[in-house]
């Protein structure tokens, strides 16, 4: 794995440290609001109690789950060859590279371990888009970590750009390679079996 790749995937996890409440408000008060949240969750004793680990870890599946606009987040990391999926192909891989994306990370989530999250800039890039952009420190480290929202009834998260290398488009570039010989539904059935 490229240093790059680890770095993507040791950022990734922040991100997905972000619950579905307190989306509303400016994109930076969201974000903010919502890592906070989690970190009490990840923090509280509950969560490292074998009997009562389930019942935790399902609760952060999904505020997982609630942080991301899934429908914005696969269409991009599909790019041109979303349209080439018909609506239920566009939803068997929604869910399917979200499970796939929960079942990567939910480990690296778990490993929390008092990093800092700094929050730099907000710019607004259209009226329903914004970027966030953060530094993470923590182990003698700083990653810049910008997220990448979008607005439609709340701020959820479509991409995560970490030291310069975007989630989407590391998908996309994979997902593109696969569909230049393989038909969606091939495609989707990888993402499951990895799940």
Not at 53 to 60: G, Q, V
Not at 61 to 83: P, V
Not at 135 to 146: D, F, L, R
Request: aromatic content about 8%; proline content about 4%.
């Amino acid at each position: 794995m490229t240093h790059t790749m680890k770095t993507l995937l040791a950022g990734f996890f922040l991100v997905l440290l972000l619950p579905a409440s307190g989306l509303a408000g400016t994109p930076k008060e969201a974000l903010q609001n919502s890592v906070d949240q989690v970190i009490i969750l990840l923090r509280d004793p509950a969560y490292r109690n074998e009997t009562t680990r389930p019942e935790m870890r399902t609760r952060l599946i999904e505020t997982i789950k609630g942080i991301f606009d899934a429908t914005e987040l696969s269409r991009r990391a599909l790019a041109a060859n979303w349209n080439k999926f018909s609506a239920q192909q566009q939803q068997r891989f929604t869910d399917a590279f979200l499970t796939l994306l929960q079942n990567t990370y939910l480990d690296r989530i778990e490993s929390y371990s008092d990093e800092q999250v700094h929050y730099l800039d907000e710019k607004l890039l259209a009226e329903n888009r914004a970027e966030v952009s953060t530094m993470v420190s923590g182990k003698g480290k700083e990653i810049p970590i910008t997220y990448r929202m979008c607005n439609d009834g709340g701020w959820k998260v479509y991409d995560v750009v970490i030291e310069g290398v975007s989630l989407v488009q590391n998908y996309r570039n994979q997902f593109a390679q696969i569909l230049m010989n393989q038909p969606p539904d091939a495609l989707i059935d990888m993402l499951v079996k990895k799940s």
